[in-house]
């Protein structure tokens, strides 16, 4: 597929995980990605391994929450990519803890990478989509938008992007620009091996318990996160904004 030719992509995040592999994704579908994140050496070698597989794309160092920083991101990828066409939300970080034990710093540093993150690159962006009467956002929600023990902070920021999506898809609606986000359930990925080693679970064993209760009986890959999104900036999806998509094996709502 190639939807994307002559398209301009910011995937935040993107330097493992979820992020590449969208980044990945989009470049296959012929956008110039900007990969960002706040790793400099991790971004640049995502980088380099689209530019290596044939795409196109450029490593963008940026801290998604520093509004002078975000600032000074999107108006480079402007100056040398030439547009900002496709946003995806995609940063985000886990500081879980019990309500009891959780605190401010937790709370504080995940709000300010999922909510003022994708807050800060969709300001910037749709000013791009705008002008040019097209655009996609695609913000990265979960399933623990629905509740997780031990997640106050994270299904907070997750359930806060949902309703960011919807109000910006009435905003955004008439410049011809979609909006939507996607929730994943069980992904493996640096994040969720982090989370297996902090509760001392052993990682394989953890990903055997939640195949068993996902109707697939499997868990998801970055891969497949990155198809979704795939599909949802392409025109096949023109008529669908303001959505939600649970992309876990298994019906969410």
């Not at 995937?11 to 969208?22: E, L, N, P, Q």
């Not at 008439?174 to 986000?181: I, K, Q, R, S, Y």
């Not at 939640?210 to 599909?231: F, K, M, Q, T, W």
Request: net charge negative.
């Amino acid at each position: 597929m190639t939807h994307l030719n002559s398209k301009v992509a910011v995937v935040t995040g993107a330097a493992r995980g979820i992020g590449a592999a969208t980044a990945a994704r989009l470049a296959l579908d012929g956008a110039t990605v900007a990969v960002i994140d706040l790793d400099e050496t991790q971004t640049k070698e995502t980088a380099d391994a689209i530019v290596s597989a044939g795409g196109s794309a450029m490593a963008v160092a940026c801290d998604v929450s520093d509004e002078a920083a975000v600032a000074e991101a999107a108006e480079r990828i402007r100056a040398e990519a030439g547009s900002i066409d496709v946003l995806v939300n995609n940063a985000g970080v886990l500081r879980d803890n019990l309500l009891f034990k959780m605190s401010l710093s937790d709370w504080d540093t995940v709000m300010s990478v999922h909510l003022r993150g994708s807050f800060l690159w969709a300001r910037e962006a749709q000013k791009t989509m705008v002008q040019n009467r097209w655009g996609k956002i695609v913000n990265l929600s979960s399933t623990s938008a629905l509740g997780n023990r031990g997640q106050t902070n994270y299904s907070a920021a997750k359930a806060g992007l949902q309703g960011f999506t919807k109000a910006m898809a009435l905003e955004l609606g008439p410049f011809n620009v979609n909006v939507n986000a996607v929730a994943p359930g069980f992904i493996v990925t640096e994040m969720t091996r982090a989370t297996a080693a902090r509760t001392g679970v052993d990682f394989e064993e953890m990903q055997e318990r939640g195949a068993a209760n996902i109707p697939l009986r499997r868990v998801g890959r970055p891969e497949d996160i990155a198809n979704v999104v795939s599909v949802l900036c392409s025109e096949d999806t023109s008529y669908v904004t303001g959505q939600v998509i649970y992309v876990a094996g298994g019906p969410k709502a």
